[in-house]
């Protein structure tokens, strides 16, 4: 009897441990496939700013973009040399738990096997001295035989188990060797990655500073091109704020005309005063989507960012961005990033046009068009064409200016859209 129970607790524990190597093996995996399609989206990303810098260069004109491109290519692929770091650490952490985890499964199937070793070797010795019908009957009450009919059943049914766990542990640790030497395998690729993309790391820096150092050949022209990029962006941004201001107010109108009726509405999530039921859901929909929004247009690269900062190569040049600036494929169609109503379409000096769409007390802004699709306070969908990047003859791509508005808080749309 003792050693029926020696063996099934023995058989327990080692089932608890297959179970925490099973579950561990699966959270590994987790972070693993993560890493992975993390280092994929960065590589396509890569890619991408790639055949738009190759665009670029075609046009003599484009330092500037040339120079925005290729900084944002060397942190794209310091983002990928990090990620490829992660991938290494995770592999060593996989190799040593896996290691251990082996040594453990190795040491534990001895055990097993020692005991069941010993208990056939004690079951067939005394084969024929104890029979089991007369086992049962020599009995001398009723409930000593039927304990000594449940002892034989459980001690062969605990003989029956722990054969299959040693099968399931010898095929276990077949497994693991192989997942090992994988592991392994894909540590070496990773550092033969991890050693190309510090070449290609390289050589952007050296082509950076070359061009950097042609930039400042003609520093006055590039200054003067800055200047006006920037006094132009102020004045799409002081009608943006304008027009803010009076959707805001208008608003506010509402909710004071509703009040003095004696009627409320209310706002989920948005907190925002004269939303009508319908345009508080849309706004809570647009938050909730945080993230996860699509980008105005299908295919392009960030190149200016959002917020406040000295010119990456002309110091004394401050920017302020309101938004975010996406070369794309020229004449690119603009998408709308969520469903809403039109707020206003306006156009420039220089003949741009912008389209602003409401979500609730959200604002998207879509600046530097060349046609437009839409008019004001028609509804739109998600995905939906409102028009054309503006391009010129001598430009290879287009670039597209892109703003989300919270009432009169701007937000980085970096951390509204998809990756």
């Known amino acids: 009897m003792v050693k029926s129970i020696k063996i099934y607790r023995i058989f327990s524990f080692f ?29 396509e990303e890569i890619a991408e700013q790639k055949k738009l810098l190759e665009a670029t260069k075609k046009n003599k004109t484009a330092s500037l973009r040339d120079i925005q491109l290729i900084t944002n290519q060397i942190k794209k692929q310091e983002q990928l040399i990090e990620v490829i770091n992660d991938e290494i650490s995770s592999l060593d952490n996989d190799i040593e738990e896996n290691t251990k985890e082996l040594e453990a499964l190795k ?97 952007q820096q050296q082509e950076k500073n070359t061009i950097v150092a042609n930039l400042k050949k003609k520093e006055s022209q590039i200054n003067n091109e800055i200047v006006k990029k920037v006094k132009r962006q102020k004045q799409i941004d002081d009608a943006i704020k304008k027009i803010i201001a009076e959707e805001i107010a208008a608003r506010e109108k509402r909710a004071t005309e509703t009040a003095n009726k004696g009627t409320t509405s209310s706002a989920p999530k948005t907190n925002a005063i004269g939303l009508t039921p319908e ?6 929909n647009f ?35 309101n938004g975010i600036n996406i070369l794309t494929e020229k004449n690119a169609p603009v998408r709308v990033v969520f469903n809403g109503v039109v707020s206003r379409v306006f156009e420039m000096d220089d003949g741009s046009k912008v389209v602003m769409i409401r979500h609730g007390n959200y604002i998207t802004v879509y600046s530097n068009l060349s046609t437009v699709n839409v008019k004001q306070d028609s509804k ?5 064409v409102i028009g054309y990047v503006k391009g010129t003859a001598s430009e290879a791509h287009s670039e597209l200016h892109f703003e989300i508005w919270k009432d009169k808080n701007m937000l980085n749309p970096s951390l509204w859209i998809m990756r």
Do not use: C
């Open 287 to 321: 938050e909730s989507n945080k993230g996860k929004l699509p980008w105005p247009v299908e295919k392009g690269s960030i190149i200016a960012n959002f917020g406040t900062y000295s010119h990456p190569e002309v110091s004394s040049v401050k920017i302020t961005n």
């Open 107 to 203: 040491s534990k199937l001895d055990v097993l096997i020692d005991e069941y070793k010993k208990a056939v070797y004690v079951a067939y010795k005394y084969r024929n001295v104890i029979n089991k019908t007369g086992f049962v009957l020599s009995s001398e009450s009723f409930t000593q035989a039927v304990r000594r009919m449940n002892y034989l059943q459980e001690y062969s049914r605990s003989l029956n188990q722990q054969l299959s766990t040693i099968l399931r542990t010898q095929l276990e640790i077949k497994k693991k060797d192989t997942i090992l030497r994988q592991n392994k395998a894909e540590k070496t690729q990773l550092f033969q990655d991890k050693n190309k993309e510090k070449q290609n790391l390289s050589k």
């Open 279 to 284: 345009e508080a859901n849309l706004a809570s």
């Open 380 to 384: 739109v969908t998600t995905k939906q």
């Open 15 to 43: 089932a608890f441990a297959l179970w925490l190597l099973l579950s561990g093996a699966a959270m590994g995996q987790n972070t693993k496939t993560k890493l992975a399609n993390e280092k994929k989206q960065i590589e």
